[in-house]
C-alpha cells in the first residue's frame, strides 16, 4: 500500500510500520515524503479482541449523507 505523507506525520507513520520510499516532493506546496506499508506484515483481521464490525445490506443514511456498500 502506497501513500504520500506530510513531512511532520513521517514518524507517527513508521511506528505503524510503514517505511519511507522514495525522495521528499512537493505536492500543493507542501512537501510530501512517499511511503509504503508491506500488507503481507499485517496483523489478521481476526485477531483476539477485534470489535465486530457492521455490515451494510444495503444503503445507510447517516444525517445527510447515504452510504452505499463497496
Given amino acids: 500500500m ?9 514518524t507517527f507513520f513508521e511506528r505503524l510500520g510503514w517505511r519511507c520510499d522514495g525522495s521528499v516532493y512537493a505536492y500543493l506546496g507542501l512537501p510530501h515524503q512517499p511511503m509504503i506499508f508491506d500488507l503481507s506484515k499485517a496483523p489478521p483481521l481476526d485477531w483476539p479482541g477485534c470489535p465486530d464490525l457492521p455490515t451494510l ?3 445507510v443514511d447517516v444525517g445527510n449523507e447515504v452510504l452505499c456498500p463497496a
Fill in 57 to 59: 445490506d444495503g444503503q
Fill in 2 to 10: 502506497e501513500a504520500s505523507v506530510q513531512l511532520p506525520n513521517v
